[in-house]
């Protein structure tokens, strides 16, 4: 089992920036590939970024790319996701997500692959 907590949602308005964790616990968390996922209101959930267990491999979904940064530190159990240069359109909430890996440097877009979700913190982006 892999419990997930994310923090750092909040109120930004556009152009701002915000940093989102996601604290693990429960198993060993540098053979776990994390991915970032997003949800507004009255639409689908959809892929943001993903990151390898072992955190050289990462991977955008074109809307973000350029503008999200997602990272990890496996000596705290965390993974980031900066957001900078926030538009209203990336106003949802955020989920962090986990799945077991046994490639060192496996990234996916697939919800349906991680196996463990967070909680999700919101994020509203002011125009």
């Known amino acids: 089992q892999v419990q997930l907590v994310e923090s750092g949602g909040g109120l930004v308005q556009t152009g701002g920036s915000l940093r989102l964790s996601c604290a693990a616990s429960?198993?060993?968390?540098?053979?776990?590939?994390m991915g970032w996922f997003r949800q507004a209101p009255g639409k689908e959930r959809e892929f943001v970024a993903a990151?390898?267990?072992?955190?050289?491999?990462?991977y955008y979904a074109q809307s973000v790319k350029g503008r999200f940064t997602i990272s990890r530190d496996n000596a705290k159990n965390t993974v980031y996701l900066q957001m900078n240069s926030l538009k209203p359109e990336d106003m949802a909430v955020y989920y962090c997500?986990?799945?077991?890996?046994?490639?060192?440097?496996?990234?996916?877009?697939?919800?349906?692959?991680?196996?463990?979700w967070g909680q999700g913190t919101q994020v509203t982006v002011s125009s």
């Open positions: 997500a986990a799945r077991f890996s046994r490639l060192p440097n496996g990234v996916t877009r697939a919800d349906y692959e991680y196996a463990y």
């Open positions: 990151i390898s267990s072992s955190g050289s491999s990462t």
């Open positions: 429960g198993r060993t968390f540098s053979n776990i590939a």
